[in-house]
């Protein structure tokens, strides 16, 4: 009897994550852990379930300072390959280099996602959020360097122009940083493009792949429209989606009236950046995508430009082509921003 409801259980369940996989692709799973810090959030529940259906997760860690174990227990009963675990600090441990929460969560994973800390409200830029999110994001970064340093990070929080290098910095101190296992999570501006496109022009948004170069924050985010074929805007429409893009994040702030930013767009775009990580883990030898990563294709240290992964993270830092005079012009506006971000966040870690 036992034996037969199990196998009911079991078939049913396989079932399940079958269609689950071909809905989210269908790369064999080899064992992968991703861990989310960050998960009890409004990016982090929604990417914990993307990261929980993916065919490529195998264990899945969700940390947060609050609230994991009940994010756990309820994606624990979704039939998908992927074991899940809810984190919580160790009582009195912050900062967490000596927190057994985290150091479960991190222990063996492959890659870290981090959207842990505080989103905007009307008003603000990325850059006011930095006094919060840099201690957030460094203290993690600690907890990575001790307990995973060979992991890849994503890393979500903003200002992600600057928490990306604070991130470098802290790797350094420790003695494991690999500037191709480091990433700023771009992705959200790139399907912002695709989706803006696919509109105007009428056509599925999942055919198009705009390169969207720079940083992440206002006019640092340059979508290289000239380079999407067969897209003719005027030049009203062009200046239009261009900024449209750079201040896509202002929209969302805006119409949640106080209540955070994008959540569900950048769950989506941090499962669809992660996944496409491991695929190039798992051997596909065909993954590029842009991510904001260490980079001397400009005199910016950190630069956002399509990059090929491979089974180490970042294989190439690609170009990203001729760009019109149009593009130029917003190039060498954002120059200056861009510099000093990544500056502060230094200076931040080398007090
Ligand atoms: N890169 C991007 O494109 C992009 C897009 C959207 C939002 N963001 C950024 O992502 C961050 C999170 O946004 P959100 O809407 O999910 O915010 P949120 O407030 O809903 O969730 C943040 C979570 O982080 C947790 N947290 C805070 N400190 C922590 C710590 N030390 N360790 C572990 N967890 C901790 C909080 O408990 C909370 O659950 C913000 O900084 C936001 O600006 C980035
Ligand atoms: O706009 C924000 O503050 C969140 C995020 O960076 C976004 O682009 O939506």
Redesign the pocket.
Known sequence: MFSTASRRIVSAASSQTIQANRFFGSTTAMGRKVAV??A?????QPLSLLLKLSPNVTELAC?????TPGVAADLSHIPSIASVTGNVPSSGTWPPSHDTGLEAALTGADIVVI??????KPGMT?DD?FNT?AG?VK??VEGCAKFCPGAILAI???P?NSTVPIAAEILKKHGVYDPKKLCG??T?DVIRANTFVGASMGCDPNEINVPVIGG?AGTTILPLYSQVPGFSPSDEELEAITVRTQFGGDEVVQAKAGA????LS?AY?GYVFTDKVLQAMNGADDIVQCAYVESSITDAAFFSSPCKFGPDGVEEVLGYGDITPYEQAWFDKMMPDLKGQIQKGVDYANP
């Open positions: 810090l960050g009890a959030g409004g990016i982090g940390y947060d300072i609050v609230g959207p842990a800390g505080v989103p905007r990325r959020l999110n957030i203290a993690l979500i929080s903003n992600v999570v771009t959200l992440h955070g930013s994008a959540t950048m775009a």
